[in-house]
């Protein structure tokens, strides 16, 4: 399955809301996550089944969507939020990854 | 709390194997599946393989099936991922996470924890 994610970059300001989307190319139901990864760092888990808030993840990240086309939505950007991110299906084998979208101050 | 502690850096000439380890701690190693994911310089996440430490059952995406081998030793809480047949294209940061619970036949649906180790970098180079 691949996922199509976009913009592949996006320049934005601290307080900007950011939405970023991910295209799978089938249905995959529920089945997204949406990581967030910081220079020479492992990914962190942010949305799981699609919408679903990861352990410890600050309520301004959220995800929305199902079946081929979601959303993941930043509502006030800070900072720390300065990093790259991918959507991955996990409904069908392989799990794929999107391209990533990076994330940066404007 | 959740560790996951990767083995340190590797260099290995073509055709060369690598054994990367995956140590865990902070929950019963036997109840999560080890997942193995690369990242080759600049680019994106690939997903390569699992492991289901109680089972020993392993599966891997078909580009590494002839080439990858996991294994894992429950009495020290560690995983293995073997990779043989080294290309200069295998130059990546290898990670190991730990997610889904292993009484599940579906590796990837989230219980409490999704949390990956600190990257392992291979790089291989005549």
């Known amino acids: 399955i691949q996922m199509t994610q976009s913009p592949s970059s996006l320049p934005a300001s601290v307080g900007d809301r950011v939405t970023i989307t991910c295209q799978a190319s089938?249905?995959?139901?529920?089945?997204l996550n949406w990581y967030q990864q910081k220079p020479g760092k492992a990914p962190k888990l942010l949305i799981y089944d699609a919408s679903n808030l990861g352990p410890g993840v600050p309520s301004r990240f959220s995800g929305s969507g199902s079946g081929t086309d979601f959303t993941f939505t930043i509502s006030s950007l800070q900072p720390e939020d300065i990093a790259t991110y991918y959507c991955?299906?996990?409904?069908?084998?392989?799990?794929?990854f999107g391209q990533g979208t990076k994330v940066e101050i404007k | 709390q959740v560790q996951v502690v990767q083995s340190g850096a590797e260099v290995r000439k073509p055709g060369a194997s690598v054994k990367v380890s995956c140590k865990t701690s902070?929950?019963?190693?036997?109840?999560?599946?080890i997942q193995w994911v690369r990242q080759a310089p600049g680019q994106g996440l690939e997903w390569m393989a699992w492991?289901?430490?109680?089972?020993?059952?392993?599966n891997a995406a078909q580009k590494f099936r002839a080439r990858v081998t996991l294994t894992r030793d429950t009495s020290i809480s560690t995983a293995y991922m073997e990779l043989s047949r080294l290309r200069a294209d295998d130059t990546a940061v290898y990670y190991c996470?730990?997610?889904?619970?292993?009484?599940?036949?579906?590796?990837?649906?989230?219980?409490?924890?999704?949390?990956w180790g600190q990257g392992t970098t291979v790089s291989v180079s005549s």
């Open positions: 902070g929950y019963a190693f036997s109840d999560y599946y």
């Open positions: 089938q249905d995959i139901r529920n089945y």
């Open positions: 492991i289901n430490p109680k089972s020993g059952g392993t």
């Open positions: 991955q299906q996990y409904d069908n084998l392989p799990p794929t």
């Open positions: 996470a730990v997610r889904g619970s292993s009484g599940d036949d579906w590796p990837f649906y989230f219980h409490e924890i999704d949390m």
